[in-house]
């Protein structure tokens, strides 16, 4: 390889290092929306970049109205505190640690199944929200979607 091309390299792999892309976001939610089907869900699907602005949000049809606000929350959640959302679900509880942290005026975090932060290795690049079906559902989806993120990188 000559110097230009190990540069290119390079840069490659850092561009493609801190976040999730455009690109890999559409084949992500092409997986997705395959499965969700076959589990008979219409299901809006959110991809969030790690610093929680949304990549893109794909719209089922016949999905219902509030999953789109429900599905880019739980991956804003996701990427926000850096764990899924079903996890946090224990932590928001009446005794819990976080209790109360969900009903924060103004906050846009969701403590049910769906959302799960899309990792790198061990730095979180995403976060995946799924909103369709039940909490176990759609944390059922979330889960084949962070999966499918592991085998497109």
Known sequence: MNEQ???KNVLDRIQG???ITLD?????MDRI????RE?????????????????????MEDAFLASYAVATQKAYTAVALKMSTKELNGLVQPGGQFYGLESLKGGNLVAFGGGVPLKRGNRIVGGLGISGGTADE????????????????
């Open 5 to 7: 091309e190990i540069v």
């Open 17 to 19: 290092a801190g976040s």
């Open 24 to 28: 890999t976001a559409k084949k992500l």
């Open 33 to 36: 929306e395959k499965y969700a």
């Open 39 to 59: 589990k008979g869900l219409n299901c809006v699907i959110a991809v969030y970049d790690p610093h929680g602005n949304p990549v893109a949000v794909h719209v």
């Open 138 to 153: 759609d944390h059922d989806v979330a889960e084949y979607g962070r999966k499918a993120f592991e085998e497109l990188i």
